[in-house]
């Protein structure tokens, strides 16, 4: 499973809880984003 992320759009918080998640389960995250991510 891959999980995909508009990046420009999320949260940074909710991104931090997917990254502790996909760690947690090895499941791959994608983040696609437009802008430059900080």
Same mark, same amino acid.
């Given at each position: 499973? !891959? *999980?995909?992320?508009?990046?420009? +759009?999320?949260?940074?918080? *909710? !991104? %931090?809880?997917?990254?502790? +998640?996909? %760690?947690?389960?090895? /499941? %791959? /995250? *994608?983040?696609? +984003?437009?802008? +430059?991510?900080?």
């Amino acid at each position: 499973m !891959k *999980i995909w992320v508009d990046a420009d +759009a999320c949260p940074v918080v *909710i !991104k %931090e809880i997917l990254f502790r +998640a996909a %760690e947690r389960t090895q /499941t %791959e /995250t *994608i983040l696609v +984003a437009n802008h +430059a991510m900080r």
